[in-house]
T-cell receptor, first 114, second 114 residues
Framework: DTGVSQNPRHKITKRGQNVTFRCDPI?????LYWYRQTLGQGPEFLTY????????KSRLLSDRFSAERPKGSFSTLEIQRTEQGDSAMYLC????????????FGPGTRLTVT | AQSVSQHNHHVILSEAASLELGCNYS??????LFWYVQYPGQHLQLLLK??????LVKGIKGFEAEFIKSKFSFNLRKPSVQWSDTAEYFC????????????FGTGTKLQVIP
């Protein structure tokens, strides 16, 4: 059983650069979520997809952030013109079903913006 | 908007001591409630969940939580902790009437001393 995977696990970038993260959910899961977690905080919801449709976006998701799930399988999260405040752990989770079923989390991508 | 409060940020217990971690949520409607755990170096994983029915729910590794609707609380308990319970614990809430956004608390770090 392969769980949720995320790549890369760590990313160090300079301010102003663009970065892209990838999430591969559990294969039969139709829902995919992105969260951001900073030190001392719980995960904060960014956005979620049901299949390929992006159904909700948090106000935390500024215009510099964009997420896609083109074929309803893997998803990418891109941050343009990174800022130091973007430094965080970016978590992906997936779930199956139409209710608030258990979300399975990936290991996260730790972004450091220098 | 839904929100979650975890009042204990850091708890230190000796092995065999009893544990109770507080969680209060703010939302006027029907909710699903979760406790997630993150062991050192590992992914977030579900400990237990409440959707409906018996307000006392049992999870993995001897944990349980009680949903008290009148107090908007979902406290986590374990009668006797072990060193292996050292982890960070997150309470989370999902408003059934909304989308699939799950709101997490800030987490409680539990340290169990042998």
């Amino acid at each position: 059983d392969t769980g949720v995977s995320q790549n890369p696990r760590h990313k160090i970038t300079k301010r102003g650069q663009n970065v892209t993260f990838r999430c591969d959910p559990i294969s039969e899961h139709n829902r995919l979520y992105w969260y951001r977690q900073t030190l001392g905080q719980g995960p904060e919801f960014l956005t979620y997809f049901q299949n390929e449709a992006q159904l909700e976006k948090s106000r935390l998701l500024s215009d510099r952030f964009s997420a896609e799930r083109p074929k309803g399988s893997f998803s990418t999260l891109e941050i343009q013109r990174t800022e130091q405040g973007d430094s965080a752990m970016y978590l992906c989770a997936s779930s199956l079903g139409t209710g608030a079923y258990e979300q399975y989390f990936g290991p996260g991508t730790r972004l450091t913006v220098t | 908007a839904q929100s979650v409060s975890q009042h204990n940020h850091h708890v230190i217990l000796s092995e065999a001591a009893s544990l109770e971690l507080g969680c209060n949520y703010s939302y006027g409607g029907t909710v699903n409630l979760f406790w997630y755990v993150q062991y050192p170096g590992q992914h977030l994983q579900l400990l237990l969940k409440y959707f409906s029915g018996d307000p006392l729910v049992k999870g993995i590794k001897g944990f349980e939580a009680e949903f008290i609707k009148s107090k908007f609380s979902f406290n986590l308990r374990k009668p006797s902790v072990q060193w292996s319970d050292t982890a960070e614990y997150f309470c989370a809430v999902n408003a059934i009437s909304g989308y699939q956004k799950v709101t997490f608390g800030t987490g409680t770090k539990l340290q169990v001393i042998p």
